[in-house]
């Protein structure tokens, strides 16, 4: 199964917005999978952000609440995360997951998209 592919990441200044996407095929909803993205600040230990279960229903960190939004189209099997008013304190390497739906830790790792949110 190849693992999920992160893309959207990118250099945008403070109040502006990026749109992330994941491509999780190899773990579609359908077969059990449910899909988190999480993010690991410099200095930082990586931090679930936002999670989706296979009945569309969101958990998000309080950090990101009101600001992020976390969708996932069955279809194609592909995870967005719509982050708004980004702040310098988003500056992370951002990562998709997934997890079977029974499980509390993420299983399978992407490689990271990069966002830098500038003053």
């Known amino acids: 199964q190849a693992p999920p592919v992160e893309s959207g990441g990118g250099s945008v200044q403070a109040g502006g917005s990026l749109r992330l996407s994941c491509s999780a095929s190899?773990?579609?909803?359908?077969?059990?999978?449910?899909h988190g993205w999480l993010r690991q600040r410099p200095g930082y230990e990586r931090e679930e952000v936002a999670d989706?279960?296979?009945?569309?229903?969101?958990t998000y960190a309080n950090s990101v609440k009101g600001r992020f939004t976390i969708s996932k189209d069955y279809v194609k099997n592909i995870v967005y995360l719509q982050m708004n008013n980004l702040k310098p304190e988003d500056t992370a390497m951002y990562y998709c997951?997934?997890?079977?739906?029974?499980?509390?830790?993420?299983?399978?790792w992407g490689q990271g998209t990069k966002v830098t949110v500038s003053p």
């Open positions: 997951a997934a997890r079977r739906c029974g499980d509390t830790t993420y299983s399978r």
């Open positions: 190899g773990y579609p909803s359908n077969w059990g999978y449910c």
């Open positions: 989706i279960d296979n009945r569309q229903r969101p």
